[in-house]
């Protein structure tokens, strides 16, 4: 029988290199991603971008999505990610946004 647990799959500041890997799904494991927080913690808007999948085949959820000053957008979402699928993302300016994701996997 499946387990299902929740779990953090990444907390912490975006860099400027949107590609950055923020997660990936171990071996033999299925992700289900249900939430996304973006923060921007600075006086000045800002862009993201995020996208989910497999390598070279990612789908973008996000492209320079700007953020307004000291402010959150919050993602709600059911996304299914197999195994070494990834989550990868970035901001326009490093140490402006922070990502906080997070869902269940099932192993």
């Not at 975006?14 to 289900?32: K, R, W």
């Not at 000053?69 to 970035?90: F, H, M, V």
């Amino acid at each position: 029988m499946a387990t299902n647990t929740p779990t953090l799959f990444f907390r912490g500041a975006a860099t400027t290199t949107t590609t950055t890997v923020l997660y990936t799904v171990p071996a033999s494991t299925v992700s289900v991603v249900t939430n996304i927080a973006v923060t921007n913690i600075t006086g000045s808007s800002a862009t993201f971008t995020l996208a989910m999948g497999p390598s070279g085949a990612q789908v973008a959820l996000h492209t320079a999505t700007t953020i307004a000053a000291n402010s959150t957008i919050y993602i709600d979402l059911k996304q299914t990610l197999a195994a070494t699928n990834t989550i990868t993302g970035g901001a326009s300016a490093n140490s402006t946004l922070n990502f906080h994701i997070s869902g269940i996997q099932q192993a």
